[in-house]
Each structure stands twice: as structure tokens, then as C-alpha cells.
């Protein structure tokens, strides 16, 4: 069992719509999850991270975390053309553990 | 604007080479760490250090060694470079000792041909 899985994608959302994505983990125990934007060529950026469940808000962005369900999700409001990316999962118990990631392709 | 630099963007080596991969940061982080990304196969650890001497393995640390003589400079060693090494490595460095929170370096395309 992958221990944080990811949908590769490619996620094709249009623009000003809500992209969604999506984050599971096997390890019940985890305690942090993180969020990466990461463009093509570029280096991983950190855009949100939680800890407690229920939703996080940052700008257009929003973290949800569900322990019992074990998924933690990303919400990007009012799509653009630069979210255009792929984002990546990590989540955290005595180590991090990073999911391979979903590209994410903003219709213009 | 606190960075993670790394010294070279490309680099392209030949078989059974010493290779170094020179990192900095400037954020006064007692924690780095080196990956390497490929396509298919995600960010993997090779090596990490919560202090300056101290380097534990990460996950695949087998061809590679690292070196930290500094607290702001981490330093990743392939001993004899082989094609399979062909990748990009990432640089991260860390405020808290199991990371997340990572800043990560612009990243060393590194061929070995």
C-alpha cells in the first residue's frame, strides 16, 4: 500500500472554476500534511500546511483535513492560468513523506 | 527574501567522476536535507543533517555521501558518478527537525554521460 497517493493527473480545470485536489495516507498516525506548488523546471514551494481538522483558508487557497477518512485536500478558487502546476502532498508522522504529485492544467 | 542556493543549475559529469553538489542557505536552519527527483518516481531522500558533523541516511544513500563542515552549507558527494545518478537533486533546509516546512534550493540538473 503507496503510503501518500496522489492522482497524477493531468487535472484540466477551467478557468475561475474550483480545482480540487486530492490527498490519501496510510499511516493513521500522521500529524502534519503539507501542501507543494511546484512549476515545470522549477523547485517545490511550500503554499499551506494543517494540522487540526476541517478547512484552512489562505486566499483562494483552502486545506481540508479528514483524519478519520485519512485525506487532507487542496482547494484553489478562481482557477488562473499561473496555478497551472503540479502539486504535491506531504505528510509528516516520525518522517515526511511526499505523494508524487498532481498536475494541474488551468483552461484559459 | 531568505534563499537555499545551490551552486550550479546544470551540470554534466562523466562515468566514475567525484561530483559536488554545494548547497547554502541563509536562514539560519540547523536542519537540510539533499533529494533527488525523476519523473514516475517523486522526491526521495538521500541524505539529511539536524547539525553541523551529523549526516543520517535517508532513503537511497547508496553512491552518494554529504559533508557539513558549516551550519549554513551542506554539501552532497557522488563518489564515482554513474549514468543511473542522471537526475535532478534538490537542496531543502528546515526550522523544524522533521521538516515539512522546507525551503527548497532552485535544484542541479545533473547528466552523467
Known amino acids: 500500500q503507496k503510503e501518500v497517493e496522489q492522482n497524477s493527473g493531468p487535472l484540466s480545470v477551467p478557468e475561475g472554476a474550483i480545482a480540487s485536489l486530492n490527498c490519501t495516507y496510510s499511516d493513521r498516525g500522521s500529524q502534519s500534511f503539507f501542501w507543494y506548488r511546484q512549476y515545470s523546471g522549477k523547485s517545490p514551494e511550500l503554499i499551506m500546511f494543517?494540522?487540526?481538522?476541517g478547512d484552512k483558508e489562505d486566499g483562494r487557497f483552502t486545506a481540508q483535513l479528514n483524519k478519520a477518512s485519512q485525506y487532507v485536500s487542496l482547494l484553489i478558487r478562481d482557477s488562473q492560468p499561473s496555478d497551472s502546476a503540479t502539486y504535491l502532498c506531504?505528510?509528516?508522522?516520525?518522517?515526511?513523506?511526499f505523494g508524487k504529485g498532481t498536475r494541474l492544467h488551468i483552461l484559459p | 527574501d531568505v534563499k537555499v542556493t545551490q551552486s550550479s543549475r546544470y551540470l554534466v559529469k562523466r562515468t566514475g567522476e567525484k561530483v559536488f553538489l554545494e548547497c547554502v542557505q541563509d536562514?539560519?536552519?540547523?536542519?537540510m536535507f539533499w533529494y533527488r527527483q525523476d519523473p514516475g518516481l517523486g522526491l526521495r531522500l538521500i541524505y539529511f543533517s539536524y547539525d553541523v558533523k551529523m549526516k543520517e541516511k535517508g532513503d537511497i544513500p547508496e553512491g552518494y555521501s554529504v559533508s557539513r563542515e558549516k551550519k549554513e552549507r551542506f554539501s552532497l558527494i557522488l563518489e564515482s558518478a554513474s549514468t543511473n545518478q542522471t537526475s535532478m537533486y534538490l537542496c531543502?533546509?528546515?526550522?523544524?527537525?522533521?521538516?515539512?516546512?522546507?525551503?527548497f534550493g532552485s535544484g542541479t540538473r545533473l547528466t552523467v554521460v
Open positions: 494543517i494540522y487540526s481538522n
Open positions: 506531504a505528510v509528516i508522522r516520525d518522517k515526511i513523506i
Open positions: 531543502a533546509s528546515s526550522l523544524q527537525r522533521m521538516g515539512g516546512g522546507y525551503t
Open positions: 536562514m539560519d536552519h540547523e536542519n
